[in-house]
T-cell receptor
């Protein structure tokens, strides 16, 4: 069966510090991978998605970046965190033969709670 | 861009009653509409998907309707239980595109 891991579970970082969140998926090949942020009182905001190694699509311009160095590894990074980067970060995967589709079921990881002080 | 409206106020109901949650959308009519459940501090979990040519979908105690004329989906939980308490998110997309999620509605089922 497929599983998705995220770490760390919680993180407290000072403003201006770097960030690296990691997501790995097991039990599937060539998944679509997604990074979402959920801020307090807000919905899920899609940040990045990837349909393959090295292929990243950015949905929201900001000081975050994503990379997919391996098929089942997705990393979210920042060089300098802002207060507004605080939130609940969720990684998700879906199976798709031709990129993201509205019919795809998305499977979410446990999330990382990031607090920027 | 697509705008999704879900009731921001929590829905409080008694155990055994039917809970009905609403998802309204503007702009284009999506080809697919999905419902997810999210517990506090956890990632969302997929529940049901309905296509634009389907009027209704059922899964155990869950029922989803999709009215493309009204641009609305209703999500029903029959014989609700305290364990059904959670936030329910609707998400939609055209054919080949990423999902757009609503903010969700919190459901509280009291014993």
């Amino acid at each position: 069966s497929q599983t998705i891991h995220q770490w760390p579970a919680t993180l407290v970082q000072p403003v201006g510090s770097p960030l690296s969140l990691e997501c790995t998926v097991e039990g599937t090949s060539n998944p679509n991978l997604y990074w979402y942020r959920q801020a307090a009182g807000r919905g899920l905001q899609l940040l990045f998605y990837s349909v393959g190694i090295g292929q990243i699509s950015s949905e929201v311009p900001q000081n975050l970046s994503a990379s997919r160095p391996q098929d089942r590894q997705f990393i979210l990074s920042s060089k300098k965190l802002l207060l507004s980067d605080s939130g609940f970060y969720l990684c998700a995967w879906s199976e798709s033969l031709s990129g993201p589709a509205g019919s795809d079921t998305q499977y979410f990881g446990p999330g990382t709670r990031l607090t920027v002080l | 861009s697509q705008k999704i409206e879900q009731n921001s106020e929590a829905l409080n109901i008694q155990e055994g009653k039917t809970a009905t949650l609403t998802c309204n959308y503007t702009n284009y009519s999506p080809a697919y509409l999905q419902w997810y459940r999210q517990d506090p501090g956890r990632g969302p979990v997929f529940l049901l998907l309905i296509r634009e040519n389907e009027k209704e979908k059922r899964k155990e105690r869950l029922k989803v309707t999709f009215d493309t004329t009204l641009k609305q989906s209703l999500f029903h939980i029959t014989a609700s239980q305290p364990a059904d308490s959670a936030t329910y998110l609707c998400a939609l997309a055209p054919g080949y595109s990423t999902l757009t999620f609503g903010k969700g509605t919190m459901l509280l089922v009291s014993p």
